[in-house]
């Protein structure tokens, strides 16, 4: 048995986990940093950069704790090394190669897309390649043909604001605080979805990239109206991302010869709205629908451990120079999309 020691810590949240290659996750634990950047609305990534600094270590001796095993015991050591805030990238990217040097277990450098797109596997032994994935998070949103490890072929992105971003910023909008996605899904539940008319943006269009700017500009008129409650306006703006989120995805599977399923992953695959709508998009496919279990969908470190694990199987291990990096697209070949500015 393998066992991957993951570290993560590209956004705001601090993670450590311990996984084998079979599947096992021995421990893992995440620490948010909600506090510290609620009263700003927002990740602050010098604030994100110290905080993780300060929790990183000890989360790490946590996990060894709780799975009762000893830095020696791992095979290698997986940290992210990008996309993301680059102060924090630095921070587990550093303390990963550290641990890798002070025990003489090889490091492997993650991309932190890759460790959504491949955390599926995780937890669906059965997902084979090639599979549709759509990656929703804060910073992306993406729909990607999944052929192998290190393999994907991006069908199409955002041309503005990833999924996340807009319920991040409509919740800040309608007062609802930080983080926002689970705090417009929970107001959503009270509203109705239909009372506020707002836009699809692309809803039809011949590639299946995503736009989100404009829905979030019409969320703020609608606010500032006075006309509708803040559930109805959330309910509505949902149902908007959903409606979004399933076309697009349609479009992507009628070009996607072969997939063996329609795959959701990243922080917005833990709403609930979003999950069921893609359940029956595959049904109507004919394609199981696989979404990891929600403490996978956000950030964590047992999702950098598993790509690590799937890496290790390969032999792909970096050396000591790896950079970390504040960009890192999965498919480098990605055609450049109008207006598209990826976020980190
Ligand atoms: O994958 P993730 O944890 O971090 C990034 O890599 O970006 O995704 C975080 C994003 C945030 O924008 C958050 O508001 C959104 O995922 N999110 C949700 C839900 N839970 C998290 N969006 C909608 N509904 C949710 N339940
Ligand atoms: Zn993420």
């Known amino acids: 048995m393998t066992i991957i020691l993951g570290l993560e810590s590209s956004c705001d949240e601090t993670a450590a986990a311990l996984v084998s290659d079979d599947r096992c996750v021995l421990a893992h634990r995440v620490a948010g940093q909600e506090a510290e950047h609620r009263p700003y609305g927002g990740v602050v990534p010098e604030i994100?950069?110290?905080?993780?600094?300060?929790?990183?270590?000890?989360?790490?001796?946590?996990?060894?704790?709780?799975?009762?095993?000893?830095?020696?015991?791992?095979?290698a050591i997986a940290a992210t090394a990008g996309p993301g805030?680059?102060?924090?990238?630095?921070?587990?990217?550093?303390?990963?190669?550290?641990?890798?040097?002070?025990?003489?277990?090889?490091?492997?450098?993650?991309?932190?897309?890759?460790?959504?797109?491949?955390?599926?596997?995780?937890?669906?032994?059965?997902?084979?390649?090639?599979?549709?994935?759509?990656?929703?998070?804060?910073?992306?949103?993406?729909?990607?043909?999944?052929?192998?490890?290190?393999?994907?072929?991006?069908?199409?992105?955002?041309?503005?604001?990833?999924?996340?971003?807009?319920?991040?910023?409509?919740?800040?909008?309608?007062?609802?605080?930080?983080?926002?996605?689970?705090?417009?899904?929970?107001?959503?539940l009270r509203g109705d979805p239909k009372a506020v008319p707002l836009p699809r943006p692309l809803k039809g269009s011949a590639e299946p990239h995503f736009s989100f700017a404009g829905l979030k500009s019409a969320v703020m008129r609608a606010q500032q109206s006075g006309h509708y409650s803040v559930e109805d306006i959330a309910a509505s703006f949902s149902a908007a991302v959903v409606d979004c989120l399933v076309d697009r995805t349609a479009r992507a599977l009628e070009s996607s010869e072969g997939v063996t399923a329609l795959v959701v992953a990243g922080g917005v695959a833990a709403n609930g709205a979003v999950r069921a709508a893609l359940q029956a998009l595959a049904e109507n496919n004919g394609i199981p629908f696989i979404a990891p279990p929600l403490w996978l969908c956000t950030d964590n470190a047992a999702m950098i451990g598993w790509a690590g694990a799937e890496r290790f199987a390969l032999g792909l291990v970096d050396g000591m120079d790896v950079p970390a990096r504040p960009r890192w697209p999965l498919d480098p070949e990605g055609e450049k999309v109008r207006g598209a500015g990826v976020k980190a």
Do not use: W
């Not at 270590?57 to 060894?64: G, M, N, Q, R, Y």
């Not at 277990?105 to 997902?127: D, F, Q, W, Y």
């Open 48 to 75: 994100a950069a110290r905080a993780h600094a300060e929790a990183l270590t000890p989360l790490i001796e946590a996990v060894f704790r709780d799975a009762g095993l000893s830095l020696g015991q791992v095979d």
């Open 85 to 188: 805030l680059i102060g924090g990238v630095m921070v587990g990217l550093v303390t990963g190669k550290a641990l890798a040097h002070a025990v003489r277990k090889p490091l492997i450098a993650v991309n932190h897309l890759e460790g959504h797109a491949l955390s599926p596997r995780l937890t669906a032994p059965e997902l084979a390649f090639p599979y549709l994935l759509l990656l929703v998070s804060g910073g992306h949103c993406q729909l990607l043909r999944v052929e192998g490890v290190g393999r994907y072929r991006r069908l199409a992105t955002t041309i503005d604001d990833a999924a996340g971003e807009a319920f991040d910023k409509t919740a800040k909008l309608l007062g609802l605080g930080f983080p926002g996605g689970p705090a417009v899904e929970q107001a959503a």
